[in-house]
């Protein structure tokens, strides 16, 4: 049985000691680990050498890190990137993720267990992607093959059919590898902003949790509560290039000058994420969570319902959490404090349909207790509705309380507990009503 390949990294910084230091950390995991003084080198070792991941400095001379990471990306584009920056400002970092497509980017001065974690999990990736794409040609060579069975060999048929079916099994499990390691990536990109530490920890999750539960209560469509839901964790993605001091300051504390940058982060957030086809609906969302509803917020003026329905679901529950941790006012407010608040705008910020709403299941999650059952995979019917959010194996949020199976879903639900051979039951709502 022959062993894996041992993974390239290659590190391409103008700054001897960087290399260094990063050479000697990752010595004991047993990497090949090869190393350019410049963006020119960097590509030369590309031509010559298989690389698995490359390690780029930001700020380099003749070429910087975007620029180099582009051309990777356009000549190598199975080589993973990351580029190591500081954060200087968001409009460098933001060209490097758009164009070079980069799998994350690492603050200067980094942390060593969040730098090994990283380039670990951008290995698994390109591992996982390598072996989807020779499966993906394997099932390609089998149809083939197929094709050109002589009908009357039913056996053969049968047999070819038979793999062609655990080789499609296989897919389906490396094309679920690939959908949590795409939720993984997003709540790493959230994390980004609340890696910054203060007050602002925690925030995108909760936001989202409760954007996803408003949507649910409001009977949006499932595409649009994983819509809002995304746009939840990603909704400060655009205040990366923010320093420490304007992150720390209340929104009612800034000068004229800092307003006039703190509003431009809901544009640079959709620039971020506009790239990536599975965002583009949350990257509106992020857009116009600043929107009023009568028509004087920003960046866009829009009233009404011209903002999207998502955003105006975001910009609810982003204020009620805002408000709570204090980031809108130096003040903190309690819950009932934050409750009283978000009334008072009722018609002027926020859609008052929605304020209802989410005043009411505010209101009914501390008077109610939620009344449920578990419903083997086999019985779920459409309609029914989860008591509890639904994680994975490893911990990722699958589906949120409150939401609606349709049967599409409960299908695929069945068919995964069947294929897998595992009882699976849910939690469902006795009452069967958001």
């Given amino acids: 049985m022959t062993s894996a390949p041992v993974p390239t990294v290659l590190l391409v910084d103008d700054e001897p000691g960087i290399l260094s230091s990063l050479r000697r950390l990752l010595r004991p995991y047993g990497y090949r680990v090869l190393t350019a003084s410049s963006a020119a080198e960097g590509l030369q070792t590309l031509e010559h050498e298989l690389v698995d991941l490359v390690i780029s400095d ?53 942390d060593d267990a969040d730098l090994v974690l990283t380039i670990a999990k951008a290995l698994e990736q390109s591992s996982l992607e390598r072996e989807n794409r020779r499966l993906a040609a394997l099932t390609k060579q089998q149809n083939q093959a197929l094709i050109e069975l002589n009908a009357s060999l039913e056996d053969q048929v049968a047999r070819r059919t038979a793999e062609l079916a655990q080789i499609n099994a296989f897919l389906d499990l490396a094309n679920e590898e690939l959908r949590r390691n795409f939720m993984v990536s997003i709540k790493m990109f959230a994390n980004m902003i609340e890696m910054r530490e203060g007050a602002m920890g925690g925030h995108s999750r909760r936001v989202a949790d409760l954007a996803r539960r408003l949507a649910a209560t409001l009977r949006l469509d499932a595409k649009t509560q994983q819509d809002v839901f995304l746009a939840g964790l990603l909704h400060d993605i655009g205040k990366i290039g923010f320093p420490d001091a304007l992150l720390a300051q209340p929104v009612s504390r800034m000068s004229a000058e800092e307003l006039v940058r703190y509003r431009k982060h809901p544009l640079a957030g959709e620039a971020a994420l506009m790239p990536l086809s599975e965002l583009q609906h949350a990257a509106s969302i992020v857009r116009s969570h600043h929107e009023r509803f009568d028509g004087t917020g920003y960046p866009d003026g829009l009233a009404g319902e011209a903002i999207p329905i998502g955003a105006r679901v975001l910009a609810v529950v982003n204020d009620y959490d805002a408000l709570q941790i204090g980031t809108v006012a130096e003040k903190r407010l309690g819950v009932d404090e934050a409750r009283h608040a978000l009334t008072s705008g009722r018609d002027r910020r926020y859609d008052p349909q929605v304020l209802d709403a989410f005043v009411e299941m505010l209101v009914s999650a501390t008077t109610d207790a939620v009344r449920e059952l578990m419903v083997p995979a086999a019985d779920l019917k459409a309609g029914m509705v989860l008591s509890r959010d639904l994680f994975g194996h490893d911990g990722t949020l699958l589906l949120a309380a409150d939401y609606v199976l349709d049967g599409r879903l409960v299908g695929q639900i069945q068919q995964f507990a069947q294929r897998e051979g595992v009882l699976l039951q849910l939690h469902i709502r006795a009452d069967r009503r958001l």
């Avoid at 051309?71 to 500081?86: F, I």
């Avoid at 954060?87 to 690492?106: K, L, P, Q, S, W």
């Fill in 58 to 110: 930001m700020r380099m001379p003749e070429m910087d890190g975007a620029k180099f990471l582009e051309l990777a990306r356009s000549r190598w584009p199975d080589v993973m990137r990351v580029l190591l920056t500081g954060y200087a400002d968001i409009g460098a970092t933001v060209a490097a993720i758009n164009r070079g497509e980069i799998y994350r980017y690492i603050a200067k001065p980094w």
